[in-house]
C-alpha cells in the first residue's frame, strides 16, 4: 500500500544552483551522485547508492533537440535539475497537480516523469512518420530532385542519433521495472511495466524509420536509373532510324562520274522518298516491336 504522505518534489535549473548544492550537502548525497546531478550525462542511465537512486533522462523538446534531466530520488523527497526551464517540467508539474495522489510515494513521482517523456516521444515520432510520408510523395512527384536525397541523409543521421538515445531510455525504463530496484512499489510497477512496452515500440519505429529512407533513397535511385535508360532508348533508336537515311546520303554522295540516278529528272525525289520511307518503315517496325511508345 503507498503511503498518504506526499513526497517534497523539487526541481532547479542552472540559475537556481547555489540552492541546489546547499540542498545536497544536508541531505548527504554520495559524491558520486552529487557529480552525476550537476552534470549533464551523454546517454540515460542509472546509479544505485546506499541514501539514494540517480536517474539520468533523455527528452525531446518541441524543436527537436534533445535535452537533459537528472533525478535524485530519496526514501522521502525526489530532486530533478535541468539546465534550463523546460516545457517537460511544467506538464509534470501540471500532472501532479491534477492527480496529487500520485506524489504519495517516490516511485509515482519517477512514473510521471517517464510517462510525459515517453509522451513527448511519441509525439515526435508522429512527427517522424509524417514528414517520411511526404518524402515518399515527394520521389514520385519530382524524382530528380537532388534536395530530397539531402533531406534523407539528414533524416537518417537525425534518426540514428534518436535511435541510440531511445535504445538507452528503454534499457533504463527496463532497469527501473526490476524487482531489485529501490523505492519502487508493486502498484507502481505495472505502470512502469506499461510505460516500458510502450517506449519499446519507439525504438522498432526508429528501426522502420531508417529502414524506410533507405527504400526511398533506392527508389529515388531506380527511378533516375529508368529515366536515364529510357532517355538513352530514345536516342538510339532516333540514331537507327536515321542510319539508312544516312547510307543513302553517303551513297549518292560519292560523287562518281557514272551514276546515273544523279542525271535522272526526278533523281532528287527520289533519293528524299527512299530515305523517308526507310525511316518510317524502321520507325514502324519499332512501334511493332513495341520498343518505341505504348
Given at each position: ?14 540559475q ?113 512518420a ?24 539528414r533524416?537518417?543521421v ?24 529501490p ?75 557514272i ?36
Amino acid at each position: 500500500m503507498l503511503t498518504q504522505t506526499k513526497i517534497r518534489w523539487i526541481h532547479f535549473t542552472e540559475q537556481t544552483k547555489n540552492e541546489l548544492q546547499s540542498l545536497i550537502e544536508q541531505i548527504q548525497l554520495h559524491p558520486l551522485a552529487k557529480d552525476a546531478l550537476l552534470s549533464e550525462n551523454d546517454f540515460p542511465k542509472i546509479d544505485v547508492y546506499d541514501e539514494c537512486v540517480f536517474v539520468s533522462l533523455a527528452f525531446i523538446r518541441d524543436d527537436w533537440q534533445t535535452g537533459r534531466l537528472q533525478l535524485i530520488i530519496t526514501a522521502q523527497q525526489v530532486i530533478s535539475y535541468t539546465k534550463e526551464e523546460e516545457r517537460i517540467i511544467e506538464d509534470i508539474r501540471e500532472k501532479l497537480n491534477h492527480h496529487p495522489e500520485h506524489a504519495s510515494h517516490p516511485s509515482f513521482i519517477l512514473y510521471q516523469f517517464l510517462n510525459v517523456i515517453t509522451f513527448h516521444f511519441l509525439h515526435i515520432v508522429d512527427d517522424i512518420a509524417n514528414h517520411i510520408q511526404t518524402l515518399e510523395k515527394q520521389v514520385f512527384q519530382t524524382p530528380f530532385e537532388n534536395d530530397i536525397g539531402h533531406s534523407v541523409y539528414r533524416w537518417k543521421v537525425k534518426i540514428h542519433e534518436l535511435r541510440q538515445i531511445a535504445e538507452a531510455q528503454e534499457e533504463m525504463m527496463k532497469s527501473v521495472h526490476h524487482p531489485e530496484f529501490p523505492y519502487m512499489t508493486e502498484d507502481v510497477r505495472l505502470y512502469i511495466q506499461d510505460i516500458t512496452s510502450r517506449f519499446s515500440r519507439i525504438t522498432a519505429a526508429l528501426d522502420t524509420f531508417k529502414e524506410t529512407l533507405s527504400s526511398i533513397f533506392d527508389l529515388q535511385l531506380s527511378l533516375k536509373s529508368d529515366h536515364m535508360n529510357v532517355i538513352m532508348k530514345t536516342l538510339t533508336l532516333v540514331s537507327v532510324i536515321f542510319m539508312p537515311m544516312t547510307f543513302v546520303a553517303g551513297v549518292y554522295g560519292m560523287n562518281f562520274e557514272i551514276m546515273p540516278e544523279l542525271t535522272w529528272t526526278y533523281g532528287y525525289a527520289y533519293a528524299l522518298g527512299l530515305m523517308a520511307g526507310l525511316g518510317i518503315s524502321v520507325a514502324l517496325y519499332f512501334k511493332k516491336k513495341g520498343w518505341w511508345g505504348k
